[in-house]
Every structure is written in C-alpha cells, then in structure tokens.
C-alpha cells in the first residue's frame, strides 16, 4: 500500500524489496545486464521488510536525492526466499544523483535474525554510472555481526561490472 503525498514525501506499508544496493530494488530481466544476481545482493540482508517505509526525492542545488527509511517490528508476510529471516529492521538510505550520469547510493541497516536473534549493523555503497552506450555499477556491503553467543564477525561483500552496448 502506497500513499503518496507529495514527490518529497510517500508512505508505503506491507512487504517491499529491501531498499539496499540497486540491485535488490530493480531486479527484474529486462532492468538487469546479468543471468545471475550478486552474492551481496542477496547474502548479507533480507530480501523483502514486511513494515512501514517513509520515502521520497527532492532537488538540491540542480541535482536529485533520494531517500528512505523503513521498519519492521512483526513477523514477515510469507518469507520464503532470501539468506537472512528476520522480525526487526531499522534502516534508512540515502542516494545522490548527480548531472553527469553518476549515482551513489548509501545504506545503512540494523537487524536482528529470527531464531538465532544475532544483532547485525550494515552499511553499504552502490555506485552507477552510465553515459550513452557505456555503464558501470557496484555495489559493496560491510555487517558486523553480533552473536548471542558472544562472539562477532565481520562479513564483506562486492561487485563491480561494467557494459558496453553494442
């Protein structure tokens, strides 16, 4: 469910891709250079969040952001796919589009996993580039991940690809 008060400011509540990375908000075949996804793109965070999102762009000195933070604090609708199950998000991105054909994408994501209830904090970059027949896109992912035993661990993430169109 969508609500959209102005351009700079919509609310959207039910399950959504997890704003992270471009990756996992344009997925599609027909939006996408590869057959296959990105390990970061789907390992290091949950696919969908089932809670409420606040979202919206706005213009600054002639260029365009972005931005986005959403919750969840309840069980998942029909969480079937993805690496990581969860019952609480709180994240947030920001992202920069800039005149010369450059965008930078930056996220950030606290989230604990279900059953297991490790804490993780995620941070990210996603970069893309494109310029006529030419387009460059990555995206990096860093989590610490704490355990309820105890221990933590770091996980890193990334990709870079580049297309020319023929």
Known sequence: LDYLFSDTF???AGKFLTPIGTWNEIHADPLTWTVSRPLVSTVPFPEYTTGVQFFGDFGLMDEDLEYSVF????????EMTGFRKTHLIYGGKI??????????GIPLLYYT???TDNRIYLT????????????IMGEATYSHVD???????REYGYYLQGVYAL
């Open 147 to 153: 355990t309820m035993a105890g221990s933590d661990s």
């Open 10 to 12: 919509k609310i959207r």
């Open 124 to 135: 990210g970059l996603d970069i893309l580039y494109k310029k006529k027949w030419f387009e």
């Open 71 to 78: 919750l969840q604090n309840n069980e998942s609708i029909n």
């Open 95 to 104: 992202k920069w589009f800039g005149r010369s054909g450059l965008e930078i």
């Open 113 to 115: 996993e279900y059953r």
